[in-house]
């Protein structure tokens, strides 16, 4: 069976391609700063992520196993991460610096509690 939409992808794609060198990000301000974290019983992997105070974070999350979260309350972010290992993303702006717990925000099996990573984030400018 032919699948009609992967023409029209692969266009777009190459268009998005070539069009980067002339074009401009839509949101020049802040340096983003991807990561590609993997959930499992019960850990985070990676555990520790480091970003500079103001970026631009963006977390593309996947479940190797079953249902996880991941939360950082002092930053306000939480997102579900699905089992099937459905990418999810979690956008924020490391708002302050210091070091914040990211906890698994759902019910995993008895390692749920101690399902922890970290973010630091460092201080911008030397003052
Ligand atoms: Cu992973 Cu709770």
Do not use: N
């Not at 029209?8 to 794609?13: E, M, Q, R």
């Not at 002339?22 to 020049?28: E, K, Y």
């Amino acid at each position: 069976m032919i699948r009609p939409w992967t023409p029209p992808i692969t266009v777009i794609v190459l268009l998005t391609l070539g069009l980067g060198g002339a074009q401009t990000a839509p949101s020049a301000d802040a340096p983003v700063k991807a990561f590609e974290v993997t959930a499992s019983r019960f850990e985070f992997t990676p555990e520790k992520i480091e970003v500079a105070e103001g970026d631009h974070v963006k977390l593309t999350l996947r479940s190797a196993d079953t249902t996880h979260g991941m939360a950082i309350p002092e930053l306000k972010v939480k997102v579900k991460i699905p089992k099937g290992g459905m990418p999810v993303t979690a956008e924020f702006v490391a708002s302050k610096p210091g070091t914040f717990v990211i906890k698994c925000s759902e019910y995993c099996g008895p390692g749920h509690k101690k399902m922890l990573g970290t973010l630091v984030v460092a201080a911008r400018g030397g003052q």
